[in-house]
């Protein structure tokens, strides 16, 4: 497993941006498809993005598709997912996680979380 530790988040005003990064510990992040996922108060936890080991393949949730960008610098063993356009129903806790082989939509495949960061959109 590696580990995990997001940051970047914050309080923005509707139609602001936030980039989240997540860094991770150990020599073989390459080898991990990274995802980000979000869980807003009262509801389960749900996919935002997820990347593959090389970055060349991504794939997002509808509700976040062209507002969102996820990516990665193998080099600094670091994941990004850079937020435009923000609104008061992205507000939620994100969380990165990590998972062997390809990338996922699917929280199940995910074997390593982060603690989350906080992220609070204001109308």
């Known amino acids: 497993q590696v580990q995990l530790v997001e940051s970047g988040g914050g309080w923005v005003q509707a139609g602001g941006s936030l980039r989240l990064s997540c860094a991770a510990s150990?020599?073989?992040?390459?080898?991990?498809?990274m995802g980000w996922f979000r869980q807003a108060p009262g509801k389960e936890r749900a996919f935002v993005a997820t990347?593959?080991?090389?970055?060349?393949?991504?794939y997002y949730a509808s509700s976040v598709k062209g507002r969102f960008t996820i990516s990665r610098d193998n080099a600094k063993n670091t994941v990004y997912l850079q937020m435009n356009s923000l609104k008061p129903e992205d507000t939620a806790v994100y969380y990165c996680?990590?998972?062997?082989?390809?990338?996922?939509?699917?929280?199940?495949?995910?074997?390593?979380w982060g603690q989350g960061t906080q992220v609070t959109v204001s109308s």
């Open positions: 996680a990590a998972k062997m082989g390809g990338s996922s939509s699917a929280l199940t495949e995910y074997d390593s």
């Open positions: 150990g020599r073989t992040f390459s080898s991990y498809a």
């Open positions: 990347i593959n080991w090389s970055g060349g393949i991504t």
